[in-house]
């Protein structure tokens, strides 16, 4: 499943939608739109399976957050290329299947559409 944070313009959602791509969004499909708290959407997470979740958020961005269960995407990116972005990371060779992408932190940045990727290694499984 597709989880789009809650900050994700509806005009970048509906071109997802043209685009035949299918998500949910927090504060819409799943949730309460009150879901900032970090905290809140890593619980839904760990309860769901398979779900690659889209924030905005940098604090998202941490190896500490990586489980078998999701796939978080960190969006940095103009806000208007938004739909774009996650189209093109869907189709990346290395992410295109919900197997590959499960158990990773990816940062999404405009500045040569760079990919940088976390996986929590055995060693870093006692951390937090």
Known sequence: MILLDHNIPKDQAEQLCR??????????????????????????????KRVAF???DLGFFRRRLCHSNYCL???SVPVLETAAYIRRLLRHPMLKTTAKRQGKVV???????RYKIM???DNDQ???
Do not use: C, N
């Open 73 to 75: 995407v960190v969006l």
């Open 119 to 121: 996986i929590r290694d």
């Open 54 to 56: 889209f924030p905005r």
């Open 19 to 48: 685009w035949r791509v299918h998500f949910r969004q927090i504060g819409f499909e799943v949730g309460r739109p009150e879901w900032d708290d970090q905290q809140e959407v890593l619980r839904y997470l760990h309860m769901a």
């Open 107 to 113: 940062k999404v940045s405009a500045d040569k559409t």
């Open 126 to 128: 006692g951390r937090r």
